[in-house]
């Protein structure tokens, strides 16, 4: 009603429902009033706790106990210490006691991202695990660097939890869990069938033969991540998880040696018959895993992961693709690292094409930037568009190698590092510069030619230059390239659904 006024309670309860900060900070820049009522829900939304902080974090927290720890949504822990500490960084005593606080007292607080639920100190691991079990668990919970132990612990967790992503390939004691009498008993993957009600996301990681699908179904789950499974039934899964809209999925190649595939293959084909995964729209995986899976009805997104024998790869996935009948085809090279082997694979190998591809996405994690000034990457590119020449949204996502094996703290920018191989001079605009040397615009047009119906493309050199670009066909065969605003460029890609290419954190094993 006009004229209306909600007095500061009521301000606050409206804002303590919002799901994200971003809602916050846009409802708090509506008046200063209001800013100054969401000022602690914006600066506690995301705690971030590590040994140099903590001291710091608590003192903070702790002014107006406890209402400063009502406004904590995110907790992210750290188990790095301060610098110069000859403490064994897995005891990161002060991180833990601010962390089961929280836990205990933040009773909003839905999502937790640590390396690991098990410390290897005994206190400190009794500390943080009791907090887990005697109050609900977030309901989003990543582990990013877990051991095998980190299931037992959220097997004994409650609460309505709806997303777990959890990294772990080997026990506490660094062996991969499987026991053989003498190194103690095998690890036994828990059932996780106290979260069939809420699970959405389940994401288990690298583990091998260890997974076991939950005794009742999961009926919410709508993304599952299976890598090195042995697990090769697709009926099994579909009981486990029936409402599945996206899948990633690789085998473990131990067990294909053993075993016949071509007994689940036909068995998988078989399945599909009976109507499982009527909301299946994505799927990610390699080559082998896809005739494994043998998945048959429409997708809207495929996306294939190259390794090596790249020429094979790209046949097989003009193989599968008609089959899928995808508006979206994402493709990640992972290993390619000279121009011959590109070239081998690409252009001597690949023979055909299929016309119904809209979007195509290229993923180049792992370039040398001699590849790069060899013009590789085009040949690259070229290939794929020849192969789907009816894309008119194409994404290239390129990173080099350079940028890969240093830490953080270390790392400088693609510009940078590709600025001192290409010899520009330090006083230059770095991206004016790299977006020269390499040709950008002129990459644009060249492909854009090779692909006439490609109207958008999305180039990502690193994790510092993201280049939208508009593409005319005009008479006679004249292309024009105008390069877009990025929130204009953006808008363009959520529009169509692939905002980010490859938005999963693909891991190197696959």
């Given at each position: 009603m006009p004229g209306m006024e909600l007095n500061v309670d009521c301000l606050d309860t409206v804002m303590s429902w919002l799901p994200t900060r971003s809602d916050v900070l846009a409802m708090a820049l509506s008046c200063s009033e209001i800013y100054q009522i969401a000022r602690g829900l914006l600066l506690y939304w995301h705690v971030h706790i590590y040994e140099e902080v903590a001291d710091y974090m608590s003192e903070a927290l702790h002014q107006e106990f406890p209402s400063r720890f009502q406004y904590i949504r995110e907790l992210t822990l750290d188990w790095r210490m301060e610098p110069g500490t000859a403490e064994f960084p897995g005891v990161p005593r002060k991180t833990v006691r601010l962390a089961a606080k929280i836990l205990r007292h933040a009773h909003r607080l839905n999502t937790l991202r640590c390396p690991?639920?098990?410390?290897?100190?005994?206190?400190?691991?009794?500390?943080?695990?009791?907090?887990?079990?005697?109050?609900?668990?977030?309901?989003?919970?990543?582990?990013?660097?877990?051991?095998?132990?980190?299931?037992?612990?959220?097997?004994?967790?409650?609460?309505?939890?709806?997303?777990?992503?959890?990294?772990?390939?080997?026990?506490?004691?660094?062996?991969?869990?499987?026991?053989?009498?003498?190194?103690?008993?095998?690890?036994?993957?828990?059932?996780?069938?106290?979260?069939?009600?809420?699970?959405?996301?389940?994401?288990?990681?690298?583990?091998?033969g260890h997974f076991r699908v939950p005794s009742l179904p999961c009926r919410r789950v709508r993304k599952l991540t299976l890598l090195h499974t042995q697990q090769r039934d697709v009926r099994v899964l579909a009981l486990a998880f029936p409402n599945l809209h996206e899948l990633m999925y690789t085998v473990d190649y131990l067990a294909l040696a053993r075993d016949d595939a071509k007994k689940f293959t036909g068995e998988n084909l078989r399945t599909q018959a009976d109507g499982v995964w009527p909301f299946l729209d994505t799927i990610w995986s390699n080559g082998r895993s896809l005739e494994i899976l043998n998945w048959r009805r429409r997708l809207k997104r495929l996306?294939?992961?190259?390794?090596?024998?790249?020429?094979?790869?790209?046949?097989?996935?003009?193989?599968?693709?008609?089959?899928?009948?995808?508006?979206?085809?994402?493709?990640?090279?992972?290993?390619?690292?000279?121009?011959?082997?590109?070239?081998?694979?690409?252009?001597?190998?690949?023979?055909?094409s299929y016309a119904g591809v809209e979007n195509l996405i290229i993923d180049i994690p792992r370039c040398d930037v001699e590849m790069a000034k060899r013009d590789a990457i085009y040949d690259i590119c070229r290939a794929l568009a020849r192969m789907f020449p009816s894309a008119t949204h194409v994404i290239i996502r390129v990173r080099f190698l350079e940028d890969w094996p240093l830490p953080q703290d270390q790392m400088g920018t693609l510009a940078k590092r590709v600025q001192k191989v290409l010899g520009l001079g330090t006083g230059s605009n770095r991206y004016l510069a790299l977006q020269g040397q390499l040709g950008i615009q002129d990459f644009v047009l060249r492909l854009a030619k090779d692909l006439p119906p490609m109207e958008f493309a999305y180039l990502e050199i690193g994790r510092d230059s993201k280049l939208f670009w508009k593409i005319e066909q005009g008479e006679k065969k004249k292309v024009t390239a105008r390069e877009l605003a990025y929130n204009e460029g953006r808008a363009v890609l959520e529009k169509r659904g692939v905002e980010s290419p490859f938005g999963h954190s693909l891991r190197v094993w696959l």
């Amino acid at each position: 009603m006009p004229g209306m006024e909600l007095n500061v309670d009521c301000l606050d309860t409206v804002m303590s429902w919002l799901p994200t900060r971003s809602d916050v900070l846009a409802m708090a820049l509506s008046c200063s009033e209001i800013y100054q009522i969401a000022r602690g829900l914006l600066l506690y939304w995301h705690v971030h706790i590590y040994e140099e902080v903590a001291d710091y974090m608590s003192e903070a927290l702790h002014q107006e106990f406890p209402s400063r720890f009502q406004y904590i949504r995110e907790l992210t822990l750290d188990w790095r210490m301060e610098p110069g500490t000859a403490e064994f960084p897995g005891v990161p005593r002060k991180t833990v006691r601010l962390a089961a606080k929280i836990l205990r007292h933040a009773h909003r607080l839905n999502t937790l991202r640590c390396p690991s639920l098990y410390l290897f100190d005994e206190r400190a691991r009794n500390v943080l695990i009791n907090a887990c079990w005697t109050t609900p668990a977030p309901r989003h919970l990543y582990i990013m660097d877990g051991v095998l132990e980190d299931w037992t612990i959220i097997a004994q967790m409650r609460g309505p939890v709806t997303t777990l992503r959890v990294a772990a390939a080997v026990t506490a004691a660094g062996g991969e869990g499987y026991g053989n009498g003498a190194d103690g008993p095998a690890f036994v993957f828990p059932d996780l069938s106290r979260f069939a009600q809420t699970l959405q996301e389940l994401d288990v990681g690298l583990l091998g033969g260890h997974f076991r699908v939950p005794s009742l179904p999961c009926r919410r789950v709508r993304k599952l991540t299976l890598l090195h499974t042995q697990q090769r039934d697709v009926r099994v899964l579909a009981l486990a998880f029936p409402n599945l809209h996206e899948l990633m999925y690789t085998v473990d190649y131990l067990a294909l040696a053993r075993d016949d595939a071509k007994k689940f293959t036909g068995e998988n084909l078989r399945t599909q018959a009976d109507g499982v995964w009527p909301f299946l729209d994505t799927i990610w995986s390699n080559g082998r895993s896809l005739e494994i899976l043998n998945w048959r009805r429409r997708l809207k997104r495929l996306n294939i992961i190259c390794r090596s024998a790249i020429g094979d790869y790209l046949q097989q996935l003009l193989k599968i693709v008609p089959l899928v009948s995808p508006q979206t085809v994402g493709v990640r090279f992972w290993d390619i690292t000279r121009y011959e082997t590109a070239e081998l694979g690409l252009m001597s190998f690949v023979w055909g094409s299929y016309a119904g591809v809209e979007n195509l996405i290229i993923d180049i994690p792992r370039c040398d930037v001699e590849m790069a000034k060899r013009d590789a990457i085009y040949d690259i590119c070229r290939a794929l568009a020849r192969m789907f020449p009816s894309a008119t949204h194409v994404i290239i996502r390129v990173r080099f190698l350079e940028d890969w094996p240093l830490p953080q703290d270390q790392m400088g920018t693609l510009a940078k590092r590709v600025q001192k191989v290409l010899g520009l001079g330090t006083g230059s605009n770095r991206y004016l510069a790299l977006q020269g040397q390499l040709g950008i615009q002129d990459f644009v047009l060249r492909l854009a030619k090779d692909l006439p119906p490609m109207e958008f493309a999305y180039l990502e050199i690193g994790r510092d230059s993201k280049l939208f670009w508009k593409i005319e066909q005009g008479e006679k065969k004249k292309v024009t390239a105008r390069e877009l605003a990025y929130n204009e460029g953006r808008a363009v890609l959520e529009k169509r659904g692939v905002e980010s290419p490859f938005g999963h954190s693909l891991r190197v094993w696959l």
